[in-house]
């Protein structure tokens, strides 16, 4: 580990919130804006599938710290924690879904360019339900969100980092309308909305 205390720190959650627990790393940053105001040292971003587009983000990063749904092969709800040159093999290990194909190669970019974050570390939760599009985490993932803000905490008191009770500007934060709160208590039972596509469109008896 770097013996010197990051000057810069990004605190990243990567996701699709569309796609049930895929949302558990723009959902913790949501909440940990929500809760904690933190110095200008410190950078908070929804980076949703953005991939290579954070690239300027990681730059200007001495350490990152990531949220994100991980497949550990684990059972749903587990969270897990590594750090360093753990951490682009565990983004790329089991692909869910393209966003972490594009964060990997991020990673890589970094690292190739020689400006990569000095400390990396990834909070990552084992998800239960991916394939809901237009739902909502799982109770099981959604029960990680607290224990994952703390997780974060200590690693960023390890930094040298102590946020305030209050809340944080979040960049690339989605519309109120996406906020997990809106979201959940606006979302439409399955009944009213198909989210495995249109019946209208199905073939008859299929």
Same mark, same amino acid.
């Given at each position: ?24 790393? /723009?959902?913790?940053?949501?909440? +940990? ?10 950078? +908070?971003?929804? $980076?949703?599938?953005? $991939?290579? #587009? ?10 990152? +710290? ?5 497949? #550990? ?20 290990? *089991? *692909?869910?879904s393209l966003?972490?194909?594009g964060f ?7 690292q190739l ?19 809901? #599009?237009?739902?909502? +985490? ?26 305030? /009770? ?41």
């Amino acid at each position: 580990m770097p013996a010197s205390l990051p000057e810069r720190v990004l605190i990243l959650g990567i996701g699709n919130i569309l796609w049930a627990d895929e949302g558990f790393g /723009p959902r913790c940053i949501e909440a +940990l804006a929500e809760r904690h105001a933190f110095p200008s040292r410190v950078r +908070l971003l929804d $980076g949703g599938t953005q $991939g290579l #587009y954070l690239l300027p983000f990681l730059e200007e990063a001495d350490a990152l +710290l990531v949220f994100d749904a991980v497949d #550990y092969g684990l059972a749903p709800g587990t969270l897990l924690t590594v750090r360093d040159d753990e951490v682009p093999a565990f983004m790329g290990a *089991k *692909k869910m879904s393209l966003h972490q194909t594009g964060f990997q190669d991020v990673l890589a970019t970094a690292q190739l360019l020689g400006r990569c974050p000095e400390r990396l570390t990834l909070i990552g939760c084992q998800p239960e339900e991916l394939e809901d #599009y237009g739902g909502s +985490l799982r109770p099981v993932v959604a029960a990680r969100i607290a224990p994952a803000l703390q997780v974060a905490l200590e690693e960023l008191a390890a930094w040298d980092v102590t946020p305030l /009770p209050g809340q944080s500007h979040v960049e690339g934060l989605a519309d109120a309308s996406l906020r997990r709160a809106a979201y959940e208590s606006g979302r439409p039972s399955e009944t009213d909305a198909c989210r495995s596509g249109d019946d209208r469109f199905f073939p008859e008896g299929a």
